[in-house]
């Protein structure tokens, strides 16, 4: 019986069986699509029905691998894994076989006789060993003139395709370019899901779904992760100095040397802004942790270079450490965060270690920090002025300016409970500044208004010792025309580590400002230091004067500080006198000023006033 001809397409007359089979062939594919079946599985489901219907042959798909060059077999499933090995790597060419050539030229070839035929020359020792008899190859496209593989039907006979065959290979490597293009496409959102734009690393998501991976792999094998949350320290000064562009090219070169400083090994991801995390594994030990640590840290001390810009930042690390901070992903992360915060507070570049503490302390840090940052812009903080007086005479000689916060719920908060949280966190810069600014304006308000001048004591933390801040106190005292000579800064010992508070010592010394050493006796300096120092006056240390009436060794030191003190040519103040006896003690050893609540407490701007309305 002859088959009704019907004509799919002009050129092509095609059986209404064999154009059954074709549209069995493409629904097939197209449900497993549907059924959204890997794409792999649907290349070999193609392979297998196109073997189907050209019996005594077998399909294979090629595309080209990774750097364009040469082909690699995608899917071939009734072709042995020695023939697939040896069809790996054909670089197309005019004589790289069936494959090789409709890739190179873009255009389907049907070799009948693989033994004769010119493009075969080279493959013949292939042909002979899988008795190869024909071969006929599709290009598949994803371009229109772009060939990125092919389809092919391998013939154990030498066979002229018949036009039903062509239009089959066609059609096959029409599917497979579809399926290619899908594959990309959903590579791409994957990609798009799990990756960060900028520095390319793997975002939260992905990192999250490893770090889960790792946990579940450790548990089986006994072994501990680390999970390591860094932070750039003062990156918002960057962004906010350079612009956004030269910022993120900032956070690219950090991403980069931190990953070329870590290699193989470890996960690393962007987390958010200029937030990074790592998993550390196969750790074994957790000293391989701190070297870790000592690593990306001494990678800070370098400078950063963008765009002819040198920048020099810090990290702050958090590390929680699986299992004994946590046994999931999200409270490692969770505590590694923690953990990166305390850093913060503790001064930041630092890293530190999860502990269960933690948690309390540092939230209330934390809300404290930003509870001051409000409190600043609500206009929460106050100074009070509490006067220190010439010995001999009784005569107010100056004042000290004390902060304190009152706060709306809490109260009127003590400096002990925030200054040092200030000075950790940085904030007491910006809260410093307003205090500076503040005392000299309430001062230079007095004194206009006909008050006798006196000095002004201010508190600096070292922090605020630097060359930013003495430029801005200068701008500031300039402006308000306040007279520099009624000006002190109390420092503390501490000072004498920092290099940098040294030089700012002496500039303020230069400006005529002068400074006196506060808490003195506590910390740890030298005559010798003391010496080399620009100050003018020493400060003995109220735990000194506390028990001066009963115990000869604090009698001893105040005597000595007051002997030592004169003999550098400094003034003494003793501060915390509470007693007439204090006060006798320290008029006898020639103490020059006294501060203490015998005299008077810290006072308000009204109480201060009040004292002169009174005379
Ligand atoms: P400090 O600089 O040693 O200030 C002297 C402290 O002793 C003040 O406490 C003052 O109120 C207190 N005091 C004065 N006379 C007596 C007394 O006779 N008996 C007793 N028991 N205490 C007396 P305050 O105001 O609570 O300040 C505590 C500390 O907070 C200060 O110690 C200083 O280190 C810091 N601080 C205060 N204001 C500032 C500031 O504006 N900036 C900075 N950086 N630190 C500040
Ligand atoms: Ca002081
Ligand atoms: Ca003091």
Same mark, same amino acid.
């Given at each position: ?67 364009? /060059?040469?082909?690699?077999?995608? $899917? ?6 020695? $023939? ?73 006979? /030498? ?40 520095? %390319?690393?793997?975002?939260?998501? &992905?990192?999250?779904?490893? #770090? ?51 290699? =193989? ?72 965060? +923690? ?13 530190? @270690? ?21 409190? &600043? ?54 809260? %410093? #500044? ?22 002004? $004591? ?14 801005? @106190?200068?701008?500031?005292? #300039? ?8 000006? =002190? ?12 508070? &040294?030089?700012?010592?002496?500039? #303020? ?10 808490? @003195? ?30 115990? /000869? ?14 003999? &550098? ?9 509470? +007693? ?36």
């Amino acid at each position: 019986m002859e088959a009704k001809v019907i004509s799919l397409r002009p050129e092509y007359d095609v059986t209404t069986e064999q154009a059954g089979k074709l549209l069995a062939l493409q629904r097939e594919i197209l449900e497993q699509v549907a059924l959204d079946v890997d794409y792999r599985e649907i290349l070999d489901a193609l392979c297998k029905s196109a073997e189907q219907i050209v019996v005594n042959a077998v399909a294979s798909i090629m595309v080209y691998d990774q750097a364009g /060059e040469s082909l690699s077999v995608l $899917a071939a499933p009734s072709i042995p894994p020695e $023939a697939v090995a040896l069809l790996n790597g054909l670089v197309p060419g005019e004589r790289a076989g069936s494959c090789g050539t409709a890739v190179y030229q873009n255009e389907a070839q049907y070799v009948v006789n693989t033994r004769t035929d010119g493009r075969w020359c080279d493959l013949q020792a292939f042909a002979h060993d899988f008795s190869i008899g024909a071969c006929w190859s599709s290009p598949v496209k994803i371009e229109k003139d772009k060939a990125v593989g092919s389809f092919a039907l391998s013939s154990f006979e /030498e066979r002229t395709p018949s036009i039903f065959y062509k239009q089959l290979l066609e059609t096959c490597a029409h599917i497979v370019g579809i399926l290619l293009i899908r594959q990309e496409k959903e590579q791409s959102l994957f990609h798009l899901a799990h990756y960060d734009p900028l520095t %390319g690393l793997i975002n939260r998501a &992905l990192f999250k779904q490893k #770090l889960s991976s790792a946990i579940e792999y450790a548990v089986t094998q006994n072994q501990q992760l680390a999970v390591l949350v860094l932070d750039l320290d003062g990156f918002k000064d960057v962004n906010d100095s350079q612009g956004h562009e030269v910022g993120d090219k900032v956070l690219q070169q950090v991403a980069k040397n931190i990953q070329e400083d870590l290699g =193989e090994g470890h996960v690393f991801s962007r987390l958010n802004s200029d937030e990074f995390v790592i998993l550390a594994g196969s750790l074994g030990q957790p000293p391989s942790v701190q070297l870790l640590i000592g690593k990306i840290l001494a990678l800070f001390k370098k400078k950063i270079l963008v765009e002819g810009h040198e920048f020099t930042l810090s990290i702050s690390i958090g590390v929680s450490l699986f299992s004994e901070d946590g046994l999931s992903a999200s409270d490692l992360m969770r505590n590694a965060d +923690t953990a990166m915060h305390a850093a913060k507070v503790a001064g930041r570049g630092c890293a530190r @270690f999860y502990n269960e503490d933690l948690t309390n302390s540092v939230k209330y840090k934390m809300d404290l920090i930003t509870d001051m940052h409000s409190a &600043l812009a609500r206009g929460d903080f106050l100074l009070h002025y509490q006067p220190q007086y010439c010995q001999r005479s009784n005569k107010l000689a100056g004042v000290e300016a004390l902060v304190r916060w009152q706060h709306p719920e809490k109260g009127l908060i003590p400096p002990n409970d925030f200054i040092p949280i200030a000075e950790e966190s940085g904030f007491i810069q910006e809260l %410093g #500044l307003w205090i500076f600014t503040r005392a000299c304006q309430q001062c230079k308000a007095w004194w206009d208004r006909g008050i006798p001048e006196f000095s002004l $004591a201010v508190n600096l933390s070292v922090k605020q010792l630097d060359a930013d801040n003495i430029q801005k @106190f200068q701008e500031i005292l #300039l402006a308000m025309k306040f007279p520099i000579h009624n000006l =002190e800064l109390e420092v503390t010992e501490s000072l004498i580590m920092h290099q940098e508070s &040294l030089v700012a010592l002496h500039k #303020l010394e230069a400006l005529g400002i002068r400074i006196s050493m506060d808490d @003195f006796g506590t910390g740890h300096s030298s005559l010798a230091q003391l010496k080399r120092l620009p100050i003018s006056k020493l400060k003995i240390d109220r735990s000194f004067v506390k028990d001066l009436s009963e115990d /000869e060794n604090d009698r001893v030191i105040a005597k000595t500080i007051i002997a030592m003190g004169h003999s &550098l040519g400094l003034k003494v103040l003793a501060e915390g006198v509470e +007693t007439v006896e204090q006060q006798e003690f320290l008029a006898q050893e020639g103490c020059d000023l006294i501060q203490g609540y015998l005299l008077s407490r810290p006072l308000t701007v009204e109480q201060f006033s009040d004292l002169f309305k009174a005379v």
